[in-house]
């Protein structure tokens, strides 16, 4: 909820998912946009992760999965991604991401446009 009031008011202080990138790297690329939704894929080479950033609502599929270090408000864990897993999300306020596995992840990040 509160990131819905944040991007209804256009002030999030933390980019998105696109701009967001590692050691001033992009990880995420647009695959399409138009005005019904945003699609995104973000791949992670071993060692490589996405800085603090913010998520919209959206849903995500795994195009590969692999072992992910996740910080957000809830603390910091390790999760293992199964390739083919989804999930969908009412938004993120915020987190970061680190591929701390031996594979490449790589997910497809489907934000529909309100």
Not at 36 to 45: D, P
Request: charged share 25%; proline share 5%.
């Amino acid at each position: 909820m509160i990131v819905s009031l944040l991007l209804l008011a256009g002030a999030h202080p933390l980019p998105d998912p696109l701009a967001a990138g590692w050691e001033g790297e992009p990880v995420c690329k647009l695959l399409h946009e138009d005005e019904r939704q945003r699609v995104l894929e973000c791949r992670f080479a071993p060692g490589v992760g996405h800085e603090r950033h913010y998520h919209a609502r959206h849903f995500g599929y795994a195009l590969s999965g692999g072992r992910m270090r996740l910080t957000d408000a809830r603390g910091t864990r390790e999760v293992d991604l199964a390739t083919g897993s989804h999930f969908a999300s009412e938004g993120t306020e915020w987190h970061e991401v680190l591929n701390v596995g031996d594979t490449e992840v790589a997910y497809l990040i489907v934000e529909p446009k309100d």
